[in-house]
RNA sequence: GGGCGCAUAGCUCAGUUGGUUAGAGCACCUCCCUUACAAGGAGGGGGUCGUUGGUUCGAGUCCGACUGCGCCCACCA
């Protein structure tokens, strides 16, 4: 058979090597490069989470990305210019642990930097070597490197049409500016401040965290039963998990109803081992039912007792040092010095034994400890639990203290933010109500962003905290570790009456929360800003709404006075076959890249388009399986339809079945069109998909024969021969075989399109046998384009006729290709009416040699056919 | 303790504003190596819709209660 000599459609089409072929061409192509348009409503822009390149991607990665890619495809298509970034989250403690570890060094601000060091050919993880800060930065840039081309390498193999031109990092130059100059009008308009307050701290990486990097976990340990002593001798006795805490307590504290300690408030006890006259005071949230119903309030054990301590003015008694140690010195309030002697110095655990020994020893213990699980606050990325610190940071205001504040931002996220699927919105309103303190930005950590600020020094050499030297913003981004303070010299450095840098970066998230920012190019292509921002759509996963979604509302809104973004779409995560979180220690991590090398691309990407938005999704090979599947019935059924014929256009298309076909293509245009727009990408695929199948399983194969030319409908006879060579002899094809490739070429056009989105490498693959330019580019199939009309009740009447006929010769266990000698088809009369208008075409399809016997009567359509046996 | 979500076939999930006999894919069974496709095709079996009360002519769908699972937040003396 002949086929139109412009079309080149390959004799055994397959999908290995697609990936690379379509990868490479539009990378050197720039397909998905972003052309500014006129105006903003050109634009459809997205504001891509960026990885941590110090991670490794896995599959709920995978899925999380495609969906995404799968909306900026079908907004391409619409027309959009679509603006599509992607980032590298690289600064941050996550890059200075893989550093540390893949490289066996360790950051040791004191050293001098060594512009000849090599890092160890076999590092020893165990003797970490002490590096300078700016060693140890261009290690943190040197990896990152690598691991952000594998990165890279996986998102094009993939398949995401993002803007590779576009590319940002969070510890680029570029980026450091923008954060340091978030950070400086922060500080002007009052919304950053600097405060020496209790912190939450981690002593393995010696650093601040904040309220969102908080994880409870399980910790062992034990209730110890200590006894206080009142004035006249009695002892007063209270529980806690934590008795080395003991020298630093301020204040035992009861409910102020309790009946039992009634007579105790205003008076003082004393502590078992150290003189220490200790106030009982009353506050309403000490709980009587818990422990003995009487608290020790520490400075500092826990967040309550950081309560206790601010309302009660109680005196700062801290004794965990930022190394999670108690201190050398003997505390000045500890009366009894030679009873601090053996815990000075020591971690918390040893300390605690020590005390218990000691409170054996002086009998306050009451019984022994009792074995309990408590729950503790750790840092997310820590294995100890948190102290609590009294340190100097920066904090930005999010609404934990300014209520007015909490009020806006609520609004903004909680109100005019529009969520997929909206019931996420409760985790950001959850969270703002939540709230209590300020957002603490700075680290004690050197892979960051510096704060772009100095401290004048007094003559004694102590910091002037109240009166930072600020960096001017035309110089960002700056390090005030290398370049002094305007107005001063290199050599003032750290010198009384000089100055000294502030030594903290930012937190990551105070980066990454200005990924809007930095990507529209804030404060520095004011054209591109205008054309992307505010952002039509932020895609998240729901684990980061706390961090990452709710800290960008926050810079936008203070910044802007507007949202990010309109909308903010959140992805399900991938679980285990059991439903449990995928994470490295379960060891149920599934690696994307085995797994698209197993099934291709388009199988993953579909896979990962089957999961609904929000929803978590178990993990299963064989689904992949069906993707690839259909990504191979794309190729067949693509190669079959277009061998059938030459290019015949619409206006071919001209008997009822034909045409029915067509109309029933429109309601899939229209539904798939109304799903994306609401950013359902499932239901989009799902309606195409079913159409698909049934185009393949039932159209083309009633259509076929009529179309080869094989059947002339009004003869029932042949219309083209085969000559000797198989070669057809090409007669002018009859109105009912044009038709018939008409309406089959213009359906598998708009199919070919309304799978672009989701199968990008096997589509652009058929759309080039026929068609000029990327698919991805091609315009999303409107119904106005498929201007014909049809009956679509004559589409499902013959698929339930086919049917009817495949199920009499399957009852029969005979072949499909059994000639049939008679049949009857008994239904509905307007049921008979309709088949009988592609009568020949299901004579074709069901080789109905003999009569066909219509009898009208109520009920579903049933079939009887006699068989014959089949021609060998 | 507060909030959110889920519960439909062995598994993964659809099921629009209540409306005939509750659907799809996978898995399973039977048949067919048919000139697009055997990594295929055709046909088939399989569900008391978590429990329970209610509203209604009619409930998988709406309302109440309960049970189980998951997630987020808080508490953690």
New binding site residues.
């Given amino acids: 058979m002949r086929v139109n000599a412009t079309w080149n459609v390959p004799e ?2 397959g ?2 090597g697609l990936e690379d072929k379509w990868a490479k061409t539009w990378r050197d192509n720039s397909t998905y490069a972003f052309v500014r348009p006129e105006s903003r409503d050109q634009v459809f822009s997205i504001d891509t989470p960026p990885p941590t390149v110090s991670g490794s991607l896995h599959v709920g990665h995978v899925f999380s990305y495609t969906h995404t890619d799968v909306v900026a495809r079908y907004q391409r298509m619409q027309g959009k210019h679509v603006f599509y970034p992607m980032g590298w989250d690289d600064n941050g403690l996550p890059t200075e642990r893989r550093v540390q570890n893949y490289f066996g060094v360790r950051c040791d601000p004191s050293i001098p930097y060594d512009p000849e060091f090599t890092p160890p050919e076999k590092p020893d993880p165990k003797r970490q070597i002490a590096i300078s800060r700016r060693n140890f930065i261009e290690l943190c840039i040197q990896l990152t490197a690598v691991d952000e081309q594998v990165f890279e390498d996986l998102w094009r193999h993939l398949g995401l049409s993002v803007d590779w031109d576009t590319l940002y990092a969070t510890i680029a130059p570029s980026t450091q500016a923008v954060a340091q100059r978030a950070f400086l009008h922060n500080l002007a308009r009052g919304e950053a401040y600097l405060s020496y307050a209790p912190t939450l701290w981690d002593i393995t990486f010696q650093t601040a965290v904040a ?2 990097e ?3 976990r ?2 062992p ?1 034990f ?1 110890h039963r200590v006894a206080f002593h009142a004035p006249d001798g009695s002892p007063i006795y ?5 008795p080395e805490l003991i020298v630093s307590v301020c204040a035992l ?3 102020p109803d309790d009946v039992r300690y009634q007579s105790l408030f205003g008076s003082f006890v004393t502590d078992p081992l150290f003189g220490i006259q200790i106030p009982v005071l009353a ?1 309403t ?4 039912d ?7 309030c520490c400075t500092f ?5 950081v ?1 206790w301590w601010r309302e009660l003015n109680l005196p700062t008694r801290t004794v965990i040092g930022r190394d999670g140690r108690l201190q050398a010195e003997t505390p000045e309030w500890v009366g009894n010095p030679a009873a601090y002697e053996p815990l000075a110095g020591k971690t918390t655990y040893s300390a605690r034994e020590a005390v218990v020994e000691m409170l054996r020893a002086s009998g306050d213990l009451d019984g022994e400890p009792k074995p ?1 699980v ?4 750790f840092y997310e990325k820590g294995d100890k639990p948190l102290e609590i610190v009294a340190t100097r940071q920066w904090y930005v205001s999010n609404g934990g203290k300014d209520l007015n504040l909490r009020g806006e931002l609520l609004r903004r996220g909680g109100e005019e933010l529009e969520w997929v ?4 919105r ?2 950001f ?3 703002v ?4 303190s300020d957002w603490l930005i700075s680290r004690q950590r050197f892979f960051g962003v510096p704060f772009p600020i100095w401290y004048p020094l007094d003559n004694d050499g102590e910091p002037n905290w109240e009166s930072p030297i600020l960096a001017s913003e035309d110089l960002l981004p700056i390090d005030p570790m290398s370049t002094p303070a305007p107005g001063y010299a290199e050599a003032q450095r750290d010198q009384p009456g000089g100055f000294t840098a502030d030594k903290d970066v930012m937190d990551t998230w105070a980066t990454s929360s200005l990924s809007p920012q930095i990507a529209c190019g804030w404060g520095v292509d004011d054209e591109l800003f205008n054309l992307t921002f505010p952002m039509d759509v932020a895609p998240q996963a ?2 980061i ?2 961090t990452w979604l709710f800290t960008r509302v926050v810079r936008s809104h203070l910044e802007f006075n507007s949202l990010p973004w309109k909308r903010a779409t959140i992805s399900g ?1 991938v ?1 285990d ?1 059991d ?3 995928m994470s490295k220690s379960k060891g149920n991590v599934v690696v994307p890249t085995e797994i698209l090398a197993k ?1 291709g691309s388009d199988a993953v990407r579909w896979r990962a388009a ?3 938005p ?5 993990f ?1 090979e ?2 992949m ?2 993707g ?2 259909l990504a ?2 794309v ?7 277009l ?1 059938m014929g030459s290019a015949t256009p619409i206006s071919a298309v001209t008997e009822p079945i034909d045409l029915a076909l067509l109309e029933a293509l429109k309601g899939v245009v229209s539904a798939a069109t109304a799903s994306f727009e609401a950013f359902d990408y ?2 989009a695929l ?1 309606v195409t ?2 159409f698909f ?1 049934s185009f ?3 159209t ?2 009633l259509l ?1 024969e009529r179309a080869y030319g094989n059947l002339n409908v009004a003869q029932g006879t042949a219309s083209t021969e085969l000559s000797d060579t198989g070669e057809s002899t090409q007669r002018v094809p009859s109105p009912e075989a044009l038709s018939a490739r008409a309406a089959l070429q213009t359906a598998l056009n708009v199919l070919q399109r309304l799978f672009a989105p989701y199968l990008p490498f096997v589509t652009e693959e058929v759309w080039s046998w026929w068609q000029e330019g990327s698919i991805h580019h091609a315009a999303w199939p409107t119904v106005a384009e498929l201007s014909v009309e049809g009956d679509v009740a004559l589409l499902s009447a013959v698929a339930e006729a ?2 009817g006929i ?2 009499a ?9 059994t000639a049939i000698a008679r049949i009857e088809f008994a239904g509905e009369a307007a049921s008979l009416d309709l088949l009988k208008l592609a009568e020949n075409d299901l004579r074709a399809v069901g080789s109905i040699k003999g009569d066909i016997v219509w009898t009208p009567q109520p ?2 359509l049933s079939v009887s056919a006699e068989l014959l046996a ?1 021609v060998e």
């Fill in positions: 055994k089409p999908l290995e309220q969102a908080l994880e409870d399980e910790y340990g209730y209270i529980e806690t998990t934590r504290i009861a409910h506050h949230s000490a709980e009587p818990k422990g003995a119903g009487i608290a020790m054990g826990d967040l309550t007792d309560t309990t408590r729950m503790a606050n699927p909206d019931y996420m409760n985790r309103t959850n969270w109500e939540g709230l209590n729901h684990d709404i706390r995560f679980v076959p439903r449990k979180k099934f089957m999961a609904r929000g929803a978590d999704s178990p299963d064989t689904q399986k069906v690839r599947r191979v019935k190729l067949n059924a693509s190669k079959f339809v061998g499932t239901s799902e998909e079913a199948w393949c399983d039932d083309i194969e076929k086919l049917s495949r199920g010769k399957s009852n029969a266990k005979m072949s499909q290709k009920g579903p089949p």
